[in-house]
């Protein structure tokens, strides 16, 4: 019974395994996704986001009433930590310390508009899941998460380091799977059983090396403490 609820139990964690972005992948891929919806008002003019990713190169592109256009490159492995805005004559915009929610300046300014457009454009209208890079999801999210550690976390990525778990990290319910595992599995090794043989005692092994019994299970006998008796030369 213990057995089949281990296997139960890892299965179930293979699963959230599966399912989940690989990190490594993401930010090795290169893509180019395109989202589009009818934006307000009346849904006459299209909402358009692109992205396109070449390894650690992040270009995205948001158009809006054909005359609202914006151009944001991030290039996740390069410091210092920085966004270039524009065609042509590229804006830099370097971090300078934490975004707090404030107007921190330029660059807090079009981190956040870079976020809202991602999000609102383009994780809410994208078709198909976010666990796998073969959707439009998928690489909107892949891009969205390498934006996040990059632009709020300050973690500059490295070419060919291992990176699993950076971006999404364990999900709770992952991580109570992981608890139950480990007490489902035995601490102690089985002994095993041979006829004519009797099992030990483990209360015995347990037991302090201070034991009054010695090695061939003999009680060592404790003189009794002498008292010098009173008599002739004794003060």
Request: hydrophobic residues 35%; charged residues 25%.
């Amino acid at each position: 019974m213990p057995s089949f609820k281990f296997s139960i139990l890892f299965l179930i964690l293979f699963g959230f395994q599966t399912l989940a972005l690989e990190d490594n992948k993401c930010l090795q891929s290169q893509f180019e996704v395109e989202v589009i919806h009818k934006g307000q008002p009346l849904g006459l003019l299209p909402v358009v986001l692109r992205i396109k990713k070449k390894g650690c190169l992040i270009d995205i592109y948001h158009e809006h009433f054909k005359f609202l256009k914006n151009n944001w490159s991030i290039d996740v492995c390069r410091e210092p930590v920085h966004i270039k805005k524009g065609v042509g004559a590229v804006q830099v915009l370097k971090k300078t310390g934490a975004c707090n929610g404030k107007s921190d300046g330029a660059f807090c300014s079009d981190r956040t508009a870079l976020f809202q457009k991602i999000q609102d454009d383009g994780l809410i209208f994208a078709e198909g899941q976010k666990e796998t890079l073969d959707t439009d999801h998928g690489k909107t999210y892949c891009a969205y998460l390498l934006a996040k550690k990059y632009l709020d976390d300050s973690l500059v990525f490295n070419r060919g380091e291992d990176y699993s778990g950076v971006l999404q990290g364990s999900s709770p319910m992952k991580k109570e799977v992981e608890v139950e595992i480990k007490k489902e599995m035995p601490t102690t090794a089985p002994r095993p059983i041979v006829e004519g043989v009797a099992t030990p005692d483990l209360s015995e092994e347990s037991s302090s090396d201070t034991s009054e019994e010695n090695s061939q299970g003999e009680v060592p006998q404790v003189e009794p403490s002498k008292t010098p008796e009173a008599g002739v030369g004794s003060f």
